[in-house]
C-alpha cells in the first residue's frame, strides 16, 4: 500500500506522542485532511506556536520569554515552594487556588534511588537560595512519589525553614494531575 509520503510524515511524529499509536495517528492525519488547508494551517500553526517557549530559568515551568507567570508575579510568595513532577502538575494546583507561592518542576522522580544530573542542579540551586520559609511536595499518591519524596527530603534537609507533603485526600495511587480540584485543593491546605 502507497501512502503519500506527507502522510506518512505525519504518522511517524505524532504516533510518537504520548498515548498517540499508529492508528491513532492515520486517523488524525486523514481527520486534518479532510479540514482542508485552512483547518491543517490553524493545527501547524497551534504546534509552531509552542516553539516560542522555553523552561523558565527560574522553576523550569514553561515561559514565553525570561520568567514564567509565577515567577513573574511579585505578589506571589517567593519562600513558598511547592515541587512538583510535571508542569501540567502546576496548572493543576493552580486551578484550586489553594497556592500562591512558586514551583520547581523537578521532572520525574527517580525510580533508581538517583537523581539526573538536571536535578541535581535544580536541588542545589534550591539550597543555595536560602530564606525559603516552606517547601511543599506536591506528588502523586504512590509508592514510587513516597520513595522519591523521602530521598528529596534527605537532600534538602536543612534548605527550609519547614518541608511538608500534601495532606490526605488523593487516594492511594493517584496522580494530582488527575485529582479533582476540591480534593487535590482541600489535600494542599491540610499539608503538614
Ligand atoms: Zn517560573
Known sequence: MNIPRSIQQFITVFSGLPSIGPRQATRLAFYLIAKGPHGVKAFADAVSGLSSLAPCP???????????????????????????ERPT???????????????LVLGDLPKNGAFSPDQAA????????????????AFDQTTHADFGASLLARELAGAAAKITKLGRGIPTGGEIEFADEETLGSAFNRRS
Open 58 to 84: 527560574e522553576c523550569f515551568f514553561v515561559a514565553e520569554r525570561g520568567a514564567c507567570p509565577f515567577c513573574g508575579d511579585k505578589s506571589r510568595r517567593k519562600d513558598s515552594v511547592a515541587i512538583v
Open 122 to 137: 535544580k536541588i542545589a540551586r534550591l539550597k543555595a537560595r536560602g530564606s525559603v520559609h516552606e517547601i511543599i511536595f
Open 89 to 103: 502538575d502546576v496548572l493543576a494546583i493552580e486551578k484550586t487556588r489553594a497556592f500562591n507561592g512558586v514551583y
